[in-house]
């Protein structure tokens, strides 16, 4: 999430560091689940977690669930 949030300044909201490293894992283990190997997929589901993402909101397992549900669900022509 640190590197997505560095590629894109406009994203950034203030996060502790607890939470960063949070996101960072939840960027992992997604990245892990879905086998992805291209940087641009990659920050795509660091786009999706970051969206998902309020304190207090959805559990990091269910925006990993969602996350891995929309990547497998988007368009095979992108």
Known sequence: MRKFLALH???QRSFS???LDMLDALVTRAVDILG?????DRNEAAARILALYTPGG???EE???IVV???H????LR
Not at 36 to 40: H, K, S
Not at 73 to 76: A, C, F, L, N
């Open 36 to 40: 992805i190997t291209d940087e641009g």
């Open 58 to 60: 959805r559990t990091f």
């Open 73 to 76: 669900q988007r368009s095979p």
């Open 63 to 65: 925006i990993l669930e």
């Open 69 to 71: 549900r929309l990547h």
């Open 17 to 19: 560091p607890e939470e």
């Open 9 to 11: 300044p406009e994203q």
